[in-house]
């Protein structure tokens, strides 16, 4: 599959200035908490207006009216869409109703933008996106994180002209967050497969769509999901010869982050991020750093180091050296058990990529 949509070009009023945009009439489907955000955004826009809300009750379609100044406001979902003067509807309800409500809009002739996920599976996406071609409407998954000027600049850079990263090779994104801190458990839709809830929907788009991006829209040609259950742990980890990863390694747990800085296999700096109450809240934040000694004379005389950070050999050597003294036969540090644990997490590497090991023909 290849990419729909190549990226706007820079001379593209949407390049030059993201906030050009001709008039626009919304209504909005749901008053919840994104809508809320969407709306409270739309207000940096005074070409944009909103003309009518609507929830599943009367009073909370009021209650939002009120706060954001919206002219008409409805207790179903089906009487804004019958208004003529909404344009274009945005969706910011839960997951499961995406099919229903996406065509509904449509019918009665909306734009629609759907917050994401788009849909809660192919079949029905499928079907929105025929049905939104049939009817010459416009139809969007709310991935907004494409539009940020960063992220077209990324994709500029990257994916244009001057391909200034040169031929991709790997992409990491990730987006994890502790929900607990935004809903409650377990009465929020986020917990509850038949509205829809789940990371699955509610927050891998994000993370696939930024690898998506700068591999041209192609669909991956292989896919290994691992899943992970509370308590359970999983690495992602990646090696190669094609290209300088950032070489980091980041750590994760409950109550906060760790970053061994790069280079990763020999590093000097440590930070780590303690979390603090509310989604995307640091509390402290403790850096470390642990310089290697300066070049001696005799060193730089004798032609230096081939590899990065070479000095540090120093603290391998004296921990053999404390070891053969106090009779260890093995360093604690990083035990035999750990590396026919390497040897074995290799050996399984190579077999699921069918890469022939040094002693096959
Ligand atoms: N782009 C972004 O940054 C973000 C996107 N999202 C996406 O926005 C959408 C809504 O998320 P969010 O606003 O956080 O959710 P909310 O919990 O605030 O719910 C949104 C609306 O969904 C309806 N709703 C909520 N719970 C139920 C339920 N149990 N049964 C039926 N309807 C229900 C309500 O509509 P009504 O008002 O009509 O009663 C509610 O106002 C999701 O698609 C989510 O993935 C969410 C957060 C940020
Ligand atoms: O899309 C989203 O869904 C979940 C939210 O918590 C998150 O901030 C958002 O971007």
Redesign the pocket.
């Known amino acids: 599959m290849t990419s729909s949509v190549p990226p706007p070009p820079l001379d593209d009023p949407e390049q030059s200035d993201p906030m050009f945009c001709p008039p626009l009439k919304w209504g909005i489907l749901g008053c919840g908490r994104?809508s809320h955000d969407f709306s409270q955004a739309l207000k940096h826009l005074p070409t944009q207006s909103i003309v009518a809300c609507s929830a599943r009750s009367a009073d909370s379609a009021e209650k939002f009216a009120e706060k954001h100044k919206i002219g008409k406001h409805y207790g179903s979902y089906d009487e804004m869409l019958k208004d003529p003067e909404v344009e274009i509807v945005y969706v910011g309800n839960i997951h499961n109703s995406r099919k229903e409500i996406g065509e509904k809009c449509l019918m009665h002739s909306k734009h629609v933008l759907l917050?994401?996920p788009f849909a809660c599976s192919v079949k029905d996406g499928k079907y929105l996106i025929s049905l939104a071609k049939e009817r010459n409407l416009f139809i969007m998954e709310g991935m907004?994180t494409r539009f940020f000027p960063a992220v077209q600049k990324a994709r500029d850079l990257a994916m244009g002209s001057d391909k200034v990263l040169g031929q991709i090779a790997t992409v990491y994104s990730d987006f994890n967050?502790n929900?607990a801190d935004?809903d409650a458990y377990p009465s929020s839709f986020l917990y509850q497969r038949k509205l829809g809830g789940g990371a699955n929907l509610?927050?891998a788009?994000?993370p696939i769509a930024a690898a998506s991006m700068f591999f041209d829209g192609r669909m991956p040609e292989d896919i290994k999901a691992v899943g992970q259950l509370p308590g359970s742990g999983v690495a992602m980890l990646s090696y190669g010869f094609l290209c300088e990863t950032p070489e980091e390694t980041v750590v994760v747990g409950s109550k906060g982050r760790m970053k061994i800085g790069s280079p990763g296999h020999c590093p000097t700096m440590l930070s780590i991020d303690l979390k603090a109450d509310g989604?995307g809240n640091l509390g402290k934040t403790l850096n470390f750093e642990y310089p290697l000694p300066e070049d001696t004379k005799e060193i730089i005389d004798s032609g230096g180091y081939f590899y990065p950070n070479s000095a540090g050999f120093l603290y391998e050597a004296a921990a053999v050296a404390r070891c053969i003294a106090s009779g260890k036969r093995e360093a604690p540090q990083f035990t035999l058990e750990e590396t026919m644990l390497n040897l074995r997490v290799i050996e399984e590497i190579r077999n699921q990529l069918g890469v022939k090991a040094f002693d096959e023909d």
């Open positions: 994104v917050e994401k907004w967050f929900a935004s509610l927050v788009p994000y989604r």
